[in-house]
């Protein structure tokens, strides 16, 4: 792939945003190990905007970044130990939201409206990243699979949000970027 100077700008700009909301202080929910961060925010905003490669690229190089130790997580941590740990699986998820958002979004290149990018946001930035985190959650901390699925139902009204402001926001920088490029 290769990338010019304005998709790499695009790139590294959407890594510093991920980043950035990880400056936000996490939000424990006390029923599982797993806090509420704005990162996954990031997340989803780099698959709308950026599409498939470069938005996977981004969230690839921002999760490489923290594996090497860099302390870009919520709570200013780093290292290969969020990996391993009960946030590993929402961590390693991350990196095929903006693969599945984007291959997905592809196929509705026509009919993609506001609702249309919505639901494919929620299912793959929401509903996909919260049911591997949990199933990786119950494999780490030996819990059933259905109590961690339990448990994850705490994030889903938070992280629609996320997925409506992802959308909302994602959909107007995409449009200019566009326009943008065109010119």
């Given at each position: 792939?290769?990338?010019?100077?304005?998709?790499?700008?695009?790139?590294?700009i959407?890594?510093?945003i991920?980043?950035?909301?990880?400056?936000?202080p996490?939000?424990?929910?006390?029923?599982?190990?797993?806090?509420?961060?704005?990162?996954?925010?990031?997340?989803?905003?780099?698959?709308?905007?950026?599409?498939?490669?470069?938005?996977?690229?981004?969230?690839?190089?921002?999760l490489?970044?923290?594996?090497?130790?860099?302390?870009?997580?919520?709570?200013?941590t780093?290292?290969?130990?969020?990996?391993c740990?009960?946030?590993?699986?929402?961590?390693?998820?991350?990196?095929?939201?903006?693969?599945?958002?984007?291959?997905?979004?592809?196929?509705?290149?026509?009919?993609?409206?506001?609702?249309?990018?919505?639901?494919?946001?929620?299912?793959?930035?929401?509903?996909?990243?919260?049911?591997?985190?949990?199933?990786?959650?119950?494999?780490?901390?030996?819990?059933?699979?259905?109590?961690?699925?339990?448990?994850?139902?705490?994030?889903?009204?938070?992280?629609?949000?996320k997925?409506?402001?992802?959308?909302?926001?994602?959909?107007?920088?995409?449009?200019?970027?566009?326009?943008?490029?065109?010119?």
């Amino acid at each position: 792939m290769k990338l010019h100077t304005i998709q790499l700008t695009h790139i590294a700009i959407m890594t510093a945003i991920i980043i950035v909301l990880g400056f936000i202080p996490p939000i424990p929910i006390g029923i599982i190990p797993v806090p509420i961060v704005l990162q996954n925010l990031g997340v989803m905003l780099a698959a709308i905007v950026l599409g498939t490669k470069q938005g996977t690229f981004s969230v690839g190089l921002f999760l490489l970044m923290v594996l090497l130790g860099m302390p870009f997580l919520t709570g200013q941590t780093g290292g290969i130990s969020s990996f391993c740990s009960p946030s590993g699986g929402y961590l390693i998820a991350w990196l095929f939201v903006p693969l599945l958002i984007g291959i997905t979004l592809s196929h509705f290149k026509n009919h993609q409206t506001f609702f249309v990018t919505f639901l494919i946001t929620w299912i793959f930035g929401v509903a996909f990243v919260d049911a591997f985190g949990a199933f990786f959650l119950a494999w780490f901390t030996h819990i059933s699979i259905k109590s961690a699925l339990i448990a994850g139902l705490a994030f889903i009204p938070g992280d629609t949000l996320k997925a409506i402001l992802a959308t909302w926001i994602g959909l107007r920088v995409h449009k200019h970027l566009t326009l943008v490029n065109q010119n």
